[in-house]
């Protein structure tokens, strides 16, 4: 998942720390010892004074050029020092290159330079380890905290009510039954309301689906309100003692004002808990834009990308929750219906920066 990604940050990781060592004139691998006289990481020299059976106490230390941790302090505190300046340069464009949404590309390279600053790092600290955790934090930072799905079910009163939004296409109805699947496995009960009612086939689809995962599904005929069937589903739910009512509708483009105000409609019946919107991973900076659109016009709490897999790029991942605010759900991986994991950031960043090939 999100490979090309993986490879051009591991590059742009490089580039970072060779430009580092190359202008302080220090091999590869090379630390920052804790020295005498060094300065701390307060700015301010302590002296060390030799204890008395060191040969320092009695013989006068020799004269050397800057040590290396002085010289990347320098390096790394005067911004304007070519290498580093190249070095981010190039992660600007990778980022770029792999469909990360400028306001996100921005926010990634300024966190990575302010955290390249001397003054936060640690004496005896690798420049690997510098500009890794460097890229870690600037990433962990654009991709927020995530959202954790069964600890929201379980702070909040049931029925637990969630509609899924998205454009045509991108996998939405799929998307309802994987997550069917994954609560009903967390422990959860499920209901699911087929609220696609226009889409030929659509109210079949989620039909199938339910009926291979043993889920009720409350529809009505093609063609019907589909805020009626929706409030059904919730009427079911709270008369069963339901733990959650997973609310399928008919994919939508953000553009088309009939269907966003549809959508209207069935958000005033059932007053859903949460709006999730579905797009593809692959779609990249589209995903972004109109995620952002139908934020604007329906509101969103959280997102789901489908595909994953699939994408090389990783750019819609990377950008969604940092351009639009909304956090990422889930990712889909694959056809099978386990085949859905909770987006966990620091799982993700750790993959892309140190995980295999």
Do not use: C, W
């Not at 390249?116 to 934090?137: Q, W």
């Not at 085949?339 to 993700?348: L, S, T």
């Amino acid at each position: 998942m999100f490979g090309g990604l993986r490879e051009k940050l591991r590059a742009a990781r490089d580039r970072l720390g060779s430009g580092i060592l190359a202008t302080a004139g220090m091999p590869a691998g090379a630390k920052a010892e804790k020295v005498p006289g060094a300065l701390s990481p307060g700015g301010a020299a302590k002296e060390q004074p030799p204890s008395p059976s060191s040969p320092a106490a009695t013989e006068p230390a020799p004269t050397a050029g800057p040590r290396f941790v002085d010289k990347v302090r320098v390096l790394i505190t005067e911004r304007e020092q070519k290498d580093v300046a190249d070095a981010l340069s190039e992660l600007e464009m990778t980022l770029l290159e792999s469909d990360v949404a400028l306001p996100a590309t921005d926010a990634i390279i300024a966190s990575v330079e302010k955290n390249l600053v001397g003054k936060h790092r640690k004496i005896g600290e690798s420049v690997d380890a510098l500009v890794l955790n460097a890229l870690k934090a600037a990433l962990l930072d654009v991709l927020g905290a995530g959202f954790d799905l069964r600890e929201y079910i379980r702070k909040h009163e049931r029925p637990v009510k969630i509609l899924f939004t998205g454009v045509n296409g991108t996998g939405k109805t799929t998307t309802v039954a994987k997550i069917g699947d994954y609560l009903r496995k967390e422990g959860f009960t499920v209901v699911i309301g087929a609220g696609d009612t226009y889409r030929a086939g659509a109210i079949e689809q989620i039909s199938v689906h339910a009926e291979r995962l043993g889920i009720k599904v409350i529809q009505h005929k093609e063609g019907a309100d589909p805020s009626a069937v929706l409030f059904d589903a919730v009427q079911f739910a709270q008369s069963h003692k339901i733990d959650v009512v997973l609310a399928d509708t008919a994919g939508r483009f953000h553009n088309k004002a009939n269907l966003m105000s549809q959508l209207e409609k069935i958000k005033r019946v059932m007053k859903p808990d949460l709006v999730v919107y579905v797009d593809e991973a692959v779609a990249g900076n589209d995903a972004v834009t109109r995620a952002a659109e139908f934020d604007r016009t329906v509101g969103a709490d959280a997102v789901v990308l489908t595909k994953a897999d699939m994408d090389s790029r990783g750019g819609a991942a990377i950008s969604i929750a940092h351009t639009i605010g909304k956090p990422l759900m889930f990712l889909g991986t694959g056809q099978a219906y386990g085949d859905i994991v909770p987006f966990e950031p620091a799982q993700v960043v750790d993959e892309l920066l140190e995980g295999g090939s």
